[in-house]
């Protein structure tokens, strides 16, 4: 009796499997979460929220060990693999690509493969552009309007690598192009900053996250910004005269991913996780989440009613073609980026 009974103890106390998430904010929430668990109750679910350079630095530092599934930008994968190997290679025969937007799922494929192995499948994806008051800024169209005089001291910009690209495009350049000649885009950078310098008084602040960003733009302190179109869009519930802007030189446009680190403990689970999202049900709570859009067919009209018409109201059928998707990163790359910035901030 007492080994019946310690067994039974023993079956009944027995932990479920982990599957650990490295991913960004709101891309895990716990109402998913919680259907999942729900539906899977053999799977506990472990979420570490985290940002592109992170999950790439805890991966290095690893091997590729601690997680079992990560969310990396889609051109950050080949690249980091080719210099590190932490990932595994997605097995696409477990993965539900039938749900997937073609477009989105070819991209990801060709920028996240690496000696015929593909890394990554899309989950969301979006766009960085203007973010303007039509009542004020009515005019500002393409990145460097957010120099114009007529607005000083009423825009704002984040110091990373998206203005620097978006401020290329908008002097005639095509930044991606040059990612492998580091001489070209060095020479490309240098009049980028340049050319932020010179803008710099025209700034009321460099916002450092959505937050900050918000509270300019809802008090009226700016009436145009660089951001994030997921921004502009929550933003517009609370002002309906803040709209996103496209900018005419094209918007910036990146995908989120999923990857299985190279150690990773749990690969049937992440695959369960990977085609839960996937589901229409459960794309509609994402998307609310994120604000964001799921990278499954029709993802659009999935979205949060205010969402989806503001997302129908900002691109023509010439905005979304002309949207420059981000090119893999290639080594030097960051370096070159990151100089320029520390210029740009140090200039007075």
Same mark, same amino acid.
């Given at each position: 009796?007492?080994?019946?009974?310690t067994?039974?103890?023993?079956v009944?106390?027995?932990?479920?499997e982990?599957?650990?998430?490295?991913?960004?904010?709101g891309?895990?929430?716990?109402e998913?979460?919680?259907?999942?668990?729900?539906?899977?109750?053999?799977?506990?679910?472990?979420?570490?929220?985290?940002?592109?350079?992170?999950?790439?630095?805890?991966?290095?530092?690893?091997?590729?060990?601690?997680?079992?599934?990560?969310?990396?930008?889609?051109? +950050?994968?080949?690249?980091?693999q080719?210099?590190?190997?932490?990932?595994?290679?997605?097995?696409l025969?477990?993965?539900?690509?039938?749900?997937?937007?073609?477009m989105?799922?070819?991209?990801?494929?060709?920028?996240?493969s690496?000696?015929?192995?593909?890394?990554?499948?899309?989950?969301?994806?979006g766009?960085?552009?203007?973010?303007?008051?039509?009542?004020?800024?009515?005019?500002?169209?393409?990145?460097?309007?957010?120099c114009? *005089?007529?607005?000083?001291?009423?825009?704002?910009?984040?110091?990373?690598?998206?203005?620097?690209?978006?401020?290329?495009?908008?002097?005639?350049?095509?930044?991606f192009?040059?990612?492998?000649?580091?001489d070209?885009?060095r020479?490309?950078?240098?009049a980028?900053?340049?050319?932020?310098?010179?803008?710099?008084?025209?700034?009321?602040?460099?916002?450092?996250g959505?937050?900050?960003?918000?509270?300019?733009?809802?008090?009226?302190?700016?009436?145009?910004?660089?951001?994030?179109?997921a921004?502009?869009?929550?933003?517009?519930?609370?002002?309906?005269?803040?709209?996103?802007?496209? *900018?005419?030189?094209?918007?910036?446009?990146?995908?989120?991913?999923f990857?299985?680190? +190279?150690?990773g403990?749990?690969?049937?689970?992440?695959?369960?996780?990977?085609?839960?999202?996937?589901?229409?049900?459960?794309?509609?709570?994402?998307?609310?989440?994120?604000?964001?859009i799921?990278a499954?067919k029709?993802?659009?009209?999935?979205?949060?009613?205010?969402?989806?018409?503001?997302?129908?109201?900002?691109f023509t059928?010439?905005?979304?073609?002309n949207?420059r998707?981000?090119?893999?990163?290639?080594?030097?790359?960051?370096?070159?980026?990151?100089?320029?910035?520390? +210029?740009?901030?140090?200039?007075?």
């Open positions: 009796m007492a080994t019946l009974a067994t039974i103890i023993s009944a106390g027995a932990k479920a982990k599957l650990r998430i490295l991913t960004w904010g891309y895990a929430p716990d998913v979460i919680s259907l999942f668990e729900k539906e899977y109750p053999d799977i506990e679910v472990e979420v570490t929220l985290s940002n592109n350079e992170e999950m790439i630095a805890k991966l290095r530092a690893t091997g590729g060990s601690g997680f079992d599934l990560v969310q990396p930008g889609f051109n +950050r994968v080949a690249a980091a080719a210099e590190y190997n932490i990932y595994k290679p997605i097995d025969s477990k993965v539900n690509v039938d749900a997937l937007d073609p989105l799922l070819d991209k990801v494929k060709a920028d996240a690496l000696k015929g192995e593909v890394y990554s499948v899309p989950f969301d994806w766009t960085s552009g203007l973010m303007v008051d039509k009542t004020k800024a009515a005019e500002a169209r393409d990145w460097l309007d957010l114009d *005089p007529k607005f000083k001291g009423r825009t704002s910009m984040r110091l990373k690598r998206t203005i620097l690209v978006g401020t290329a495009f908008a002097l005639g350049e095509d930044p192009a040059a990612y492998s000649d580091l070209a885009y020479k490309i950078l240098d980028v900053a340049d050319k932020l310098i010179a803008c710099k008084a025209n700034l009321k602040a460099y916002w450092q959505g937050d900050d960003l918000s509270a300019l733009m809802l008090s009226g302190e700016v009436v145009a910004a660089e951001t994030w179109d921004t502009a869009f929550k933003l517009a519930a609370h002002n309906p005269n803040i709209v996103y802007v496209p *900018p005419k030189s094209g918007a910036l446009g990146w995908i989120d991913t990857s299985l680190p +190279r150690k403990k749990a690969d049937e689970a992440a695959y369960k996780w990977i085609n839960f999202v996937y589901r229409p049900d459960i794309v509609k709570k994402l998307s609310a989440s994120t604000g964001s799921i499954v029709d993802g659009i009209d999935l979205l949060p009613d205010n969402v989806r018409a503001s997302v129908k109201g900002s059928k010439q905005d979304l073609a949207i998707f981000a090119a893999p990163i290639q080594p030097g790359v960051e370096d070159l980026e990151g100089k320029a910035l520390e +210029r740009i901030k140090a200039a007075n």
